[in-house]
């Protein structure tokens, strides 16, 4: 599935300029000497599948087979799978590494998610990768357990292999490296709390505006899913595909249109 020395492009959703970028570049050149940045100039985070297509996109690069892209990341895996990565197209879509995590129902916000669903749209194999940070706390960001894990656990992803509808969503949990406790292959949570809150502040002038902010909230997940997963400091693998159909409540409406 994925070929020795794959040509390998990086994306995410925190900018060209975010420290997960260059901690997943770092990964990459372990597993290939191909590897091509092509990520959004600025901070996209919960952009989740945006696409400029009323407005021109601009590239600048930023260095050899480095570039940044006015817009979006799914603006950001297109131009770099359609225009800008010369010659034959990527073997691999590395996204992320996220600052925070994606998980549960906020999978569907995510711009890191949204590039590697690009890749997978496009035929390529795809894989998100996120570090979690304090749910609750102000702390310093455990990047070193992204760097240490990503490596083995891609490979032997790679040697596993999986469907070409499917990419791979990976958090690693808020903890040092020699913390984690396993790898667990997580299906996807829902929260039973909601994490945002409404902030309302007044400008200079008096008027009033409004500020959308997570509130930390933990939830209660059950065993098998990816929350549950990162609270008990495991890494959660979870594959994800595109088929939102809900099929319990199709066939039921089958059988009242079919009468």
Sequence with gaps: MIPDNPRILLSNDDGIEAPGLALLERVARQLSDDVWVVAPAYEQSAASRALSIRDPLRVDQRGEQRFAVFGTPTDSVMMGVLALVEGKKPDLILSGVNK????????????????????????IPSVALSQTYPFTVEGAIHWETAETHAIPLLKKLFAAGW??????????????????????IS??????????????????????YYWLGFNGRLSNPPEGVDLRAIYDNRISVTPLHMDLTHYKTLAALNAVFDE
């Design 100 to 123: 925070g995590q994606n998980l549960a129902e906020h999978i569907t916000l995510s711009g890191t998610i949204a590039a590697a669903i690009q890749g997978m749209e496009m035929g």
């Design 163 to 184: 469907p070409e509808d499917v990419l791979m969503n990976i958090n690693f949990p808020d903890c040092a490296p020699e913390q984690v406790a396993r790898v667990e």
């Design 187 to 208: 299906r996807m949570g829902r929260r039973d709390a909601d994490l945002i809150d409404v902030h309302t502040r007044k400008d200079p002038g008096g008027r009033e």
